[in-house]
């Protein structure tokens, strides 16, 4: 692929085929990802990749979690982007699950397939040290888009699933990442299934106009 093919083909995989990666295509993407840009070198990203019984470990117990009471840790967005949420909602539950807006039950259930990593194979957990700034979580967040890239150009899907990190408690015991350590999201990793409408859907993006500023003179 090219780097235009790459990109324009990357997009967020909801349903997975129960078929592993090779560790040496998940090896090629983790290697070319480390020359992402950083901040004085330093590097921040840390990756936890789970896969087989550890991942089964990992996703029984955030279901499990996701399933009582407990409210997840996710910052509230601003009541100008929810907008955006709420846009997709509509187009991953509606559109790409057929799911009713009155099918609460339907509605609880996929959600919950967040927390299985939507059945991918592989579960990966993105994290940096909790004494670095927002500059480095930018450096990290290069890491990352470079890792999905290379996974895209190997033919593997993905997701990057922020819904994850809202139990960072029930990561830490069941993966063993250390307090000093921020949870920043998930990545599901696989072989996409695409006989999924789901996997069919493309977000729309804002144009350049809107978000770009150019200053000439």
Known sequence: MTLDEATLARHSAR???DKP???DILQRALNLATHAPSNS???PWRLYILSGPAADRLKKALIV???SDAVPEIPPLPNAYKHFRSELGKEVYGE???IPRDDAEGRRAAVLRNYDFFGAPMAAIVC???TLSRVDAMTVGMYLQTL???LTEEGVGSCVEVSVAGYPGVIRKTVGIPQETDIICGIAIGYEDESMKVNQ????RISVDESTVIIEE
């Not at 859907?201 to 729309?204: I, Q």
């Open 21 to 23: 990666v090779p560790k």
């Open 128 to 130: 940096m040290d909790s």
């Open 201 to 204: 859907l493309r977000s729309t």
């Open 41 to 43: 070198n330093i590097q």
């Open 96 to 98: 790409g699950l057929g």
């Open 148 to 150: 999905l890239l290379a």
């Open 15 to 17: 349903r997975f085929l």
């Open 65 to 67: 979690e996701a399933s």
